[in-house]
């Protein structure tokens, strides 16, 4: 018989727009959904101890971890079994999930399916992980082609805590996927995760990544690995405070779900920078000159707010002119695709019209982010990135290169209309020299968490045998 799988899947998250504004109620952020997105496995066992909880990621090392369990009328007793290694996100997501499930469908279901114990995998696509070192000793090259070459989820050679990250949200999305999992398993959701479902998913994973990391961020990861791509307002954080607060029936929560996506034909790229930037430390340091000089900084919030917002109305408005007239979109687009974007102004029509004011303002978004750079003194586009996306913007077909989300030395993301501009921004990563650029494979993918069938995912059927 075959073994009855219960599977969530959720994606990695680019924060195109809106960095530091978003930890403000009053801005809002462009969070882009990857295709790069982690999977929860659950699978029941058929003769384990009553109430087991084995966790696995099997792209590390010292990865597994065991829970016990038992439900008692409104009571959850739960422990961690094993003493070697332990996982903060793992653990606070089935504690708090579980103790959710039993509030609602109670003791005799939960500890039912769980007699025999539950085996729980959990994997990220491999844009989630640098593969410098795979493709190394693959004697590969740093190239999206070599990437590409690379099996799905394939291991890390690393632990959980030396592994290099490529900052597409790792945490959240394993959290989602772990929460989405456990509801699906425990039928407090359903297969469809309709809205009210999504609403309870992002409420749980909300409060549990917040409890793990222990501080409550803007929270734009969690909401974009439940909701994919949109624009996002964050909730006022003292909505955290009781975990009441996780009922989807709670009407408190105050965030802003408005749905968005890349226009048709825009195609977004990736790119992880080696060196790195630890945005706990950005963030620290641009609040604390924010403090210091509120009206400077507060004439910079909201310029860089109506800028943010007019990038977003071109991608809206492209998006209507694609309704209203397919044929010229899609003629523009080609036409531009060829061009550099200080070039666009060439072509005639309403739609290159929207084109170059979305490139000008999506520059103009830049020069405010260095702006913010000098009068904090903190690297959000240091001078090695402007080279970088200086070259990148001058490949024709560029529509937008940036830094996402805190910026620093971590990653880049480009905007382009074409595959022929895509294999451009490529030619420039792969020649570049004062930076160390590794491409990522992922595409936008806008939908949020799903619910998914092991045969649909290529490669994880694999990673499920010990
Ligand atoms: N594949 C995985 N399996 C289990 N836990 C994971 C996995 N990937 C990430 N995590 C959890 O997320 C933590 C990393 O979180 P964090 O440092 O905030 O990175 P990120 O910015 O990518 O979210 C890890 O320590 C671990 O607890
Ligand atoms: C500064 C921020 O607004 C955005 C940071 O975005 P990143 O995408 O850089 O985040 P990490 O995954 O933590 O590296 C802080 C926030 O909104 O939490």
């Not at 074409?418 to 595409?443: D, I, M, Y």
Request: proline share 4%.
């Amino acid at each position: 018989m075959t073994p009855d799988y219960t599977i969530a899947s959720a994606p990695g998250k680019v924060l195109l727009t809106g960095g530091y504004l978003v930890l403000e109620q009053a801005f809002t952020g462009l969070v882009i959904g990857t295709s790069a997105r982690f999977y929860t496995v659950i699978k029941p066992e058929n003769t384990g101890a009553a109430g087991t909880l084995t966790v696995r990621s099997p792209q590390f090392e010292q990865a597994t971890w065991q829970y016990k369990t038992t439900a008692y009328s409104d009571q959850l007793e739960f422990k961690s079994i094993t003493t070697e290694s332990s996982n903060k996100f793992v653990e606070t997501c089935l504690k708090f999930t579980l103790q959710i499930i039993l509030e609602r469908n109670g003791a005799e279901q939960m500890n039912q399916l769980l007699n025999n114990g539950i085996q729980v995998t959990i994997v990220g696509d491999n844009d989630f992980y640098s593969q410098r070192a795979q493709l190394q000793v693959n004697h590969l090259p740093n190239t999206a082609d070599a990437l590409a070459l690379l099996h799905p989820f394939c291991k890390t050679h690393a632990t959980l805590s030396s592994v290099h990250k490529t900052g597409l949200g790792s945490s959240a999305a394993l959290t989602t996927s772990l929460v989405a999992a456990l509801l699906l398993y425990f039928k407090v959701v359903d297969k469809s995760l309709d809205n009210n479902n999504k609403v309870l998913i992002h409420n749980v994973a909300q409060f549990v990544h917040c409890f793990a990391q222990g501080k409550v961020g803007s929270g734009f990861d969690v909401s974009s690995a439940v909701w994919g791509s949109h624009r996002y307002k964050r909730f006022n954080p003292t909505i955290l405070a009781p975990i009441m607060a996780l009922d989807a029936r709670n009407q408190s929560w105050d965030n802003d779900v408005t749905p968005f996506r890349l226009p048709p034909g825009f195609r977004l790229m990736l790119a992880d920078i080696d060196a790195g930037s630890h945005t706990p430390t950005l963030v620290g340091k641009v609040l604390a000159w924010k403090k210091s000089k509120p009206e400077e900084a507060d004439a910079l919030w909201d310029e860089l707010g109506t800028y943010n917002s007019l990038v977003e109305q071109h991608f809206r408005q492209l998006a209507a002119y694609h309704e209203q007239d397919a044929e010229l979109y899609n003629d523009t687009l080609n036409q531009c695709s060829k061009l550099k974007y200080n070039e666009w102004h060439t072509v005639s029509g309403f739609v290159a019209e929207e084109l170059v004011a979305l490139a000008n303002d999506a520059n103009h978004v830049r020069s405010l982010l260095r702006k913010m750079s000098d009068l904090s003194n903190v690297p959000i586009e240091p001078k090695e990135q402007t080279h970088l996306l200086d070259e990148c913007a001058n490949v024709p077909g560029v529509a937008m290169a940036v830094v996402p989300g805190a910026g620093g030395y971590d990653a880049i993301v480009c905007i382009v209309l074409s595959e022929e501009a895509k294999k451009g921004v490529c030619l420039v990563w792969e020649s570049w020299k004062e930076l160390s650029v590794g491409p990522l494979l992922s595409e936008e993918d806008f939908q949020g968490v799903t619910s998914v069938a092991l045969d649909n995912v290529p490669g994880l059927s694999a990673v499920l045998t010990p």
